[in-house]
C-alpha cells in the first residue's frame, strides 16, 4: 500500500504540469476559472503546521477573498461540492481586514494593494496561505502570486514567508514555480 502515495503525488505533478501549460489564449477557461481550480491544486502540495489542530478540527477549510471579488461566483460554484484536506469548503467574501481571522486560504484582491501591509502585519507568522494575482505581491510578502507569462498563468513561491508562517511546500512544485526573494525591494 505504500506505493500508492508516490503513485498519487506523480499523478497531481503531472495534472499541475497540464494546468501550468495551460495557454489562456486558447484554453476553454477564462483566467479565473483557472485561478479558481489552481487554489485547490495548491493547496495539495502544502502541509500546514499541526494540520489535525488547524485545519482538521474546523468544521471547513476557509477559503477568504478580502476586497473586491475578481471570480465572481467561480469560487463558490466550483467548490460547492469539492473538499480540500478532506473538509468541506466554505468561500467568504471579505471587505473588512477584521474578518481575515479563521481562514486558511486568503486570495488577497488587487484592491487591497494599498492595504496590502497592514494585511500582512495581522497574518504574520500565522498559517494562512495568502494568494495574489498582483505583480510585486510575492516580493511584498504574499506567499503565492499568479501571473501571465508568454500568455500561460503561472505563480510565483515567497518562500520564506512560507517557513516564516509554518507552511511547508512541497518541493515539487517549488520546482515548477518562480522563487522570489520577499527581501527584494518593489520599484
Known sequence: MPAKKPLLKLGLILVLFLFLGADIALCQFEEYELKAVYLERITRFIEWPDETESIMSDDYFVIGVLGENPFGTRLTDLYAERTIKDKKIKVRYLSQLNEIEGCH??????????????????????????????????????????????????????????HEAGILIDSLLLKVSKIVDPLKQVE
Open 105 to 162: 486560504l486568503l486570495f488577497i484582491s488587487r484592491s487591497m494593494s494599498e492595504e496590502l501591509p497592514q494585511v500582512l502585519e495581522i497574518i504574520a507568522k500565522k498559517p494562512i496561505l495568502t494568494v495574489g494575482d498582483t505583480k510585486g505581491f510575492a516580493e511584498k510578502g504574499v506567499l503565492v502570486n499568479f501571473f501571465i507569462e508568454n500568455d500561460k498563468l503561472r505563480f510565483e513561491i515567497n518562500d520564506r514567508g512560507l
